[in-house]
């Protein structure tokens, strides 16, 4: 089974420019007042102008023709398409599924998000080993996506459009929110961050970046999970939510974050939740 998807395209001159201008543009405004009684801000409206123009140029699309061969092409071991892969709504449905995840699965016992629920795809169903979806998960910068981001792109494109609803049935399921509520919350490390210090607020930006609020349910949210998976500008690659939430424990100075962990799939669990009621929009265009 091939594990990388086609070679992106050599540069994107046209981004890079765009990306620029906009750095620009962020040094007049990155210091202005923040908060729900502050006046429009320009910067955020240059943003997602910027954002729009662009989205038809999403080099993500490339990770999800990918995606889409690895889905109902043959291999592994066994030779088997992943066509019979259960994403929480039955066997081969594809549709709406990114867009309720992480959820319980009975059949492996497990609160899963969608790569987890991915890889168990691929172990079960093709024989793959586990360990070598798990051993390199995330590409590196100007590398095209793994198996199980090329996949995962496929997976939330077909959920585009689609209402986040994220369960909350099982009692497994309430138990990962408030675990990864706790996790969100809990500070630690030598400048003693939590998740919710940059992000339990409206209107924070560091630099040219926003700063979503995702403590709580809401707008803010729903329009940032919404978005995951991404293509980032800045890497040239194809970027999950695991990869997300490794790079902010990365950039808090905490231990790294295991890929696949119940820690992070408690942490897309408390976010998803909170995500919950807006619209799909994946894979998105990060900067």
Known sequence: MATTAPTRPPSLPRLERALAVLAA?????????????????????????????????????????????????????????????????????????????????????????????????????????????????????????????????????????????VPQSRPEERAAYRRGEAIFFYRAGPYDFACASCHGLEGRRIRLQELPDLARPGPSAQRTIATWPAYRISDGALRTVEWRLTDCFRQQRWPQLRFLSPAAIDLATFLGVNASGGTMDAPGLKR
Not at 46 to 60: L, S
Not at 102 to 129: H, K, N, S
């Open 25 to 165: 543009l962020a040094v007049g405004s990155a210091l202005a007042q923040s908060g729900p009684d502050a006046a429009p801000d320009p910067t955020r409206a240059a943003i997602d102008k910027y954002r729009a123009a662009i989205a038809d140029d999403n080099p993500a699309q490339l990770a999800i023709a990918a995606g889409a061969a690895l889905w109902a092409s043959p291999g592994g071991p066994r030779q088997a398409t992943l066509e019979r892969c259960d994403l929480g709504l039955g066997p081969g449905v594809v549709a709406g599924a990114a867009a309720r995840l992480p959820r319980w699965f009975a059949d492996a016992g497990q609160q899963m998000d969608l790569e987890a629920r991915l890889v168990y795809c691929v172990t079960t169903l093709q024989g793959i080993a586990r360990d070598e979806l798990v051993r390199h998960p995330f590409a590196s910068a100007d590398e095209a996506p793994t198996t199980i981001e090329a996949l995962a792109a496929f997976v939330a494109d077909a959920s585009r459009g689609t209402r986040i609803e």
